[in-house]
């Protein structure tokens, strides 16, 4: 059976302040962090109470100690005074916090909770240093005592209340770690009333409910945290993604206003190129890569005389020459952008020729790198399918034929036919088009 008699209560009481202690620190650092970050007033008074609540078990951290290495038990009328008035000001701070109807009656909540406590303070302490008999730390007399815990109580009450009430995310893990005070409150109104202060598995019942108290809220807290960071970085990416999008459409714009032939040409060349790369199953990164290789192939046409570009006349070899510097001038215009650089190759390649008789380089196979061959056959069979000023369109079966005849020799014949499927075709004999059911 334990011994009752030979309980080190100051000991006892001095780790479980100790332990408070650094719980309270880390809720004031967490809180603080959560308003510098999104300067969200709730986070604002919880580290105010969070804070009020450190000063408060520093003090009486301190006092245990000087106990402890004196040897004295501390008389004084100021320190338990204090150590409720502080408890009694870091709870209206958190109550506070959830008071977000309107900001004036949160105002007008601290004000006329903390007049109380300025007013009052001064008198309690008046008073136990009256009555004073309770000499062992941190008791005070019962009435002063009463005060605080009361009044306490009610805060804790009222603070559940507001979480109800408030739009905050986090309600129902913070409304769990308050009603865990709560019963400590009672517990300890219960200890003070009834028991008068002797059962100590009571004593320790009160720390074991603060320690269930800063768990709980550590961890609704933490989840809010973890939850805001998640959350924060999803904008950020779709505010990213947003500006990409942004930028490509401008340019892609730029060009259509340009040359009246390639007029939706880049949206369909990419439907084309996306068939493909799903049916190859590339993973989703190099999907979007091969989306925006597509979508601005020819880009590089920004830079070509609009004459050559609208010119519904056979061109000269001079102007031949020119308009085949597209891809360079494509991937120099997307190499100058930073979040764009990745299509460069895309976009310099997609004029090379399987057989390696294509612009700018020459380049055979699989030298080609694979986007640039999936944007070649979607290129080549969406220019035979529309209007362009040196020609008609054909039919999509002509096309399809037409490219098929390519395969090998101007595309990549495994590509060839994965397109041809896509459509709905089927190769025979790497030349005949029958449909499919
Ligand atoms: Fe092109």
Same mark, same amino acid.
Request: with cysteine.
């Given at each position: 059976?334990?011994?009752?008699?030979?309980?080190?209560?100051?000991?006892?009481?001095?780790?479980?302040?100790?332990?408070?202690?650094?719980?309270?620190?880390?809720?004031?650092?967490?809180?603080?962090?959560?308003?510098?970050?999104?300067?969200?007033?709730?986070?604002?008074?919880?580290? #105010?109470?969070?804070?009020?609540?450190?000063?408060?078990?520093?003090?009486?951290?301190?006092?245990?100690?000087?106990?402890?290495?004196?040897?004295?038990?501390?008389?004084?009328?100021?320190?338990?005074?204090?150590?409720?008035? #502080?408890?009694?000001?870091?709870?209206?701070?958190?109550?506070?916090?959830?008071?977000?109807?309107?900001?004036?009656?949160?105002?007008?909540?601290?004000?006329?909770?903390?007049?109380?406590?300025?007013?009052?303070?001064?008198?309690?302490?008046?008073?136990?240093?009256?009555?004073?008999?309770?000499?062992?730390?941190?008791?005070?007399?019962?009435?002063?005592?009463?005060?605080?815990?009361?009044?306490?109580?009610?805060?804790?009450?009222?603070?559940?209340?507001?979480?109800?009430?408030?739009?905050?995310?986090?309600?129902?893990?913070?409304?769990?770690?308050?009603?865990?005070?709560?019963?400590?409150?009672?517990?300890? #109104?219960?200890?003070?009333?009834?028991?008068?202060?002797?059962?100590?598995?009571?004593?320790?019942?009160?720390?074991?409910?603060?320690?269930?108290?800063?768990?709980?809220?550590?961890?609704?807290?933490?989840?809010?945290?973890?939850?805001?960071?998640?959350?924060?970085?999803?904008?950020?990416?779709?505010?990213?993604?947003?500006?990409?999008?942004?930028?490509?459409?401008?340019?892609?714009?730029?060009?259509?206003?340009?040359?009246?032939?390639?007029?939706?040409?880049?949206?369909?060349?990419?439907?084309?190129?996306?068939?493909?790369?799903?049916?190859?199953?590339?993973?989703?990164?190099?999907?979007?890569?091969?989306?925006?290789?597509?979508?601005?192939?020819?880009?590089?046409?920004?830079?070509?005389?609009?004459?050559?570009?609208?010119?519904?006349?056979?061109?000269?070899?001079?102007?031949?020459?020119?308009?085949?510097?597209?891809?360079?001038?494509?991937?120099?215009?997307?190499?100058?952008?930073?979040?764009?650089?990745?299509?460069?190759?895309?976009?310099?390649?997609?004029?090379?020729?399987?057989?390696?008789?294509?612009?700018?380089?020459?380049?055979?196979?699989?030298?080609?790198?694979?986007?640039?061959?999936?944007?070649?056959?979607?290129?080549?069979?969406?220019?035979?399918?529309?209007?362009?000023?040196?020609?008609?369109?054909?039919?999509?079966?002509?096309?399809?034929?037409?490219?098929?005849?390519?395969?090998?020799?101007?595309?990549?014949?495994? #590509?060839?036919?994965?397109?041809?499927?896509?459509?709905?075709?089927?190769?025979?004999?790497?030349?005949?088009?029958?449909?499919?059911?």
């Amino acid at each position: 059976m334990f011994d009752y008699s030979n309980f080190d209560y100051t000991t006892f009481r001095l780790y479980i302040k100790v332990f408070s202690f650094v719980i309270a620190l880390l809720l004031t650092q967490m809180t603080l962090v959560e308003w510098r970050r999104f300067r969200n007033t709730v986070y604002k008074y919880l580290a #105010l109470g969070f804070g009020t609540m450190l000063l408060q078990i520093s003090l009486i951290v301190i006092i245990n100690l000087y106990s402890i290495v004196s040897g004295l038990s501390y008389h004084s009328t100021i320190i338990p005074v204090a150590d409720h008035a #502080l408890r009694t000001l870091s709870y209206i701070f958190i109550a506070a916090a959830f008071v977000t109807a309107k900001p004036v009656y949160r105002s007008r909540f601290i004000m006329v909770n903390v007049a109380v406590l300025v007013l009052l303070t001064p008198v309690m302490g008046a008073l136990w240093s009256h009555n004073g008999t309770v000499t062992q730390p941190p008791y005070i007399g019962m009435v002063e005592e009463s005060f605080f815990e009361l009044w306490n109580t009610f805060l804790l009450i009222y603070t559940i209340r507001t979480i109800s009430k408030s739009e905050v995310h986090i309600k129902r893990g913070l409304v769990i770690a308050t009603s865990v005070l709560v019963v400590k409150q009672l517990i300890h #109104l219960a200890n003070l009333y009834l028991l008068n202060d002797q059962p100590v598995h009571f004593l320790a019942a009160e720390p074991a409910l603060l320690i269930l108290y800063f768990y709980a809220t550590i961890s609704t807290i933490h989840k809010e945290i973890i939850g805001n960071i998640i959350q924060a970085d999803k904008e950020k990416t779709m505010v990213k993604e947003k500006s990409y999008q942004d930028v490509i459409r401008a340019l892609i714009t730029s060009l259509e206003a340009k040359d009246k032939y390639t007029r939706g040409h880049s949206d369909r060349v990419t439907e084309y190129a996306m068939l493909i790369g799903n049916k190859l199953d590339l993973a989703p990164d190099d999907l979007t890569k091969l989306y925006c290789g597509a979508i601005l192939h020819d880009i590089g046409k920004i830079g070509i005389d609009e004459g050559i570009l609208n010119n519904p006349l056979t061109l000269g070899d001079d102007e031949i020459t020119r308009i085949k510097k597209h891809p360079e001038i494509g991937a120099k215009i997307v190499s100058s952008i930073d979040s764009l650089s990745y299509v460069a190759p895309a976009v310099l390649y997609h004029h090379e020729r399987f057989d390696g008789t294509g612009y700018p380089f020459g380049l055979k196979g699989t030298e080609i790198p694979l986007h640039a061959r999936i944007i070649a056959v979607s290129d080549a069979f969406d220019a035979m399918l529309s209007v362009r000023s040196y020609r008609n369109p054909v039919s999509k079966q002509t096309a399809i034929n037409e490219i098929i005849s390519g395969a090998g020799t101007q595309f990549d014949s495994d #590509l060839v036919k994965v397109l041809v499927e896509e459509l709905g075709f089927s190769m025979d004999n790497n030349k005949a088009v029958t449909r499919t059911a």
